[in-house]
């Protein structure tokens, strides 16, 4: 992202407006040199009607000025209101959310005075798509999309991110052992990217010990990078064992936008009584700076903020008798902080941003796979008689199958049931058919349109269709347990 010097601005509901003053006042102070446009988001926007939080001019503003500095907003509950983040994120292209976790201790405490953590999430993808469907009475779906590029943009992201903050290890997070394809696609890109930076360590946790290691062994831990969902999940982990969840602050990256923020929300009930802290946006404040070129500004502030805190200046979300010397409002904290402008922590270790941070990730269009279609699994809403799988794939295979595409095997909820299945095995409404052809003769669309046709014919209910293909002659789709 280049130098830029006008950026937007939205004060968000509750806390929102309290702590972007005081933010604004400190950046005001350390001279950052930026022209702020303001613009309403929020609650008072989604009850006038913009059921996604943001009018059509603040867009305008918000595509324009390309960097967006944003305090928390109130989603109100019910209706049909969209998330104002997940629009920002996806209608921007934001595909890298980066939130960083560090101990402050002693004066906040943490059981891990070494940790720190960059939480590198991908940001777009993943079941955030929000593609969900009712297919029978008993079953739902979500869709979890993975793109290669998606993936590799992310991955990128993460080993630039630690060759330019200085770090030493990037660790990837997926459940590979269980969805080997899309998760599996994620570690494969990781393992790929991974080699073209010899000089970063490189290393893999499945997510379920990983988050363990998270809460447990932090220390151990740089940047991390995950998919949407994990991410999601364990920042707020680092989150709460780092002991700050009122002093993170994120950014979301995009290839020309970039929106920072806060981690925690609009805190209603606190607010108007200056006494929220400001630190989280503040933080977000400072990440933004270095992206926009003004390393010197952010480290200015950082460390002031840095020194207001050792020096016990709290705010009542960590005030400790023990440690702290003085208790204040948010806009007394912001005064601490201006005051102390140019100077640095004893205790706590300084910041020192490189000037140089500029991140850029290029992802080259590869060429398309050899596709080949070798099946089609059919999903059928049934429950007749009994559940019973033999007769159901008895039927289906003498009279809803064609000479082209036979039944292969049928599962339940992933388990095979038909041919060979237990009869413990609980049965929903949703089966799938998988068809292949026996003789291992490629498939066509018209091949499955004669195919459902032949189903329709005897009278079951398809609701949908995933055609089974083979990329460059790997197959692309997983087999049933006990297939
Ligand atoms: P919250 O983060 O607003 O508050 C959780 C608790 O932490 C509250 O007790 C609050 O008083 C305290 N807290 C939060 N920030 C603080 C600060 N800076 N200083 C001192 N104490 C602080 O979470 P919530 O109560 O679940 O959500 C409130 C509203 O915020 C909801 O409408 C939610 O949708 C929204 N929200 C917005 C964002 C965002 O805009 N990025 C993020 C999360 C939640």
Redesign the pocket.
Same mark, same amino acid.
């Given at each position: 992202m280049a130098k830029q010097d006008r950026i937007t601005v939205a004060h968000?509901?509750?806390?929102?407006p309290e $702590?972007m003053d005081a933010t604004l006042r400190i950046m005001d102070a350390a001279e950052v040199g930026l022209t702020y446009d303001v613009i309403e988001i929020?609650?008072k926007v989604y009850k006038s009607g913009h059921e996604s939080g943001i009018s059509p001019e603040s867009w305008e503003t918000l595509r324009n000025n390309k960097v967006f500095l944003?305090?928390? $907003?109130?989603?109100?509950?019910g209706g049909g209101f969209k998330?104002?983040?997940v629009t920002i994120r996806k209608s921007l292209g934001l595909y890298s959310n980066v939130r960083p976790f560090r101990a402050y201790t002693p004066y906040v405490p943490s059981h891990f005075p070494n940790m720190d953590v960059v939480i590198v999430r991908e940001n777009e993808e993943d079941l955030y798509a929000g593609i969900e469907h009712q297919q029978t009475s008993e079953v739902v779906q979500t869709i979890k999309l993975i793109s290669e590029p998606g993936s590799e943009k992310i991955v990128r992201y993460a080993f630039e991110y630690a060759r330019a903050y200085g770090r030493k290890k990037v660790t990837c997070m997926t459940k590979d052992n269980i969805m080997k394809h899309s998760d599996g696609l994620f570690h494969k890109v990781f393992n790929e990217v991974a080699k073209e930076y010899p000089d970063i360590a490189a290393d893999h946790w499945i997510i379920d010990i990983g988050s363990a290691v998270v809460a447990a062994r932090p220390e151990s831990l740089d940047v991390v990078v995950t998919l949407n969902l994990y991410g999601d999940v364990i920042s707020d982990i680092a989150a709460e064992v780092a002991g700050s969840?009122?002093?993170a602050g994120?950014s979301n990256i995009g290839m020309e936008h970039a929106m920072f923020?806060?981690?925690?929300?609009?805190?209603?009930?606190?607010a108007g009584q200056n006494?929220?802290?400001?630190?989280?946006?503040l933080n977000g404040a400072t990440m933004m700076l270095v992206q926009i070129g003004k390393a010197d500004k952010a480290e200015l502030i950082q460390n002031a903020w840095l020194k207001t805190l050792e020096d016990g200046i709290h705010?009542?979300?960590i005030y400790d008798p023990k440690i702290s010397v003085e208790r204040v409002g948010?806009k007394e904290f912001a005064d601490a902080v201006i005051e102390r402008l140019g100077q640095k922590p004893k205790k706590l270790k300084p910041v020192k941003y490189n000037e140089n941070v500029s991140i850029n990730v290029e992802v080259a269009e590869k060429p398309a796979k050899k596709k080949e279609m070798v099946g089609v699994d059919v999903f059928i809403d049934w429950r007749e008689g009994n559940r019973d799988a033999d007769a159901f794939g008895d039927k289906l295979s003498a009279e809803g199958a064609t000479d082209k595409l036979k039944v292969k095997v049928i599962s339940n909820r992933g388990v095979l049931v038909y041919p060979g299945g237990m009869p413990e095995t609980f049965k929903s409404d949703h089966w799938r058919v998988r068809y292949t052809n026996p003789n291992n003769e490629l498939v066509t669309n018209s091949d499955v349109l004669e195919l459902l046709q032949k189903i329709q014919d005897l009278g079951f209910d398809f609701i949908k269709t995933e055609h089974l293909y083979h990329f460059d002659g790997e197959r692309g789709y997983s087999l049933s347990q006990g297939e």
């Open positions: 968000g509901d509750g806390i929102g $702590i929020g609650e944003k305090a928390p $907003i109130t989603t109100p509950q998330s104002l983040n969840v009122g002093m994120s923020e806060a981690i925690h929300g609009s805190a209603p009930d606190i006494i929220a802290n400001p630190s989280g946006l705010t009542g979300d948010t």
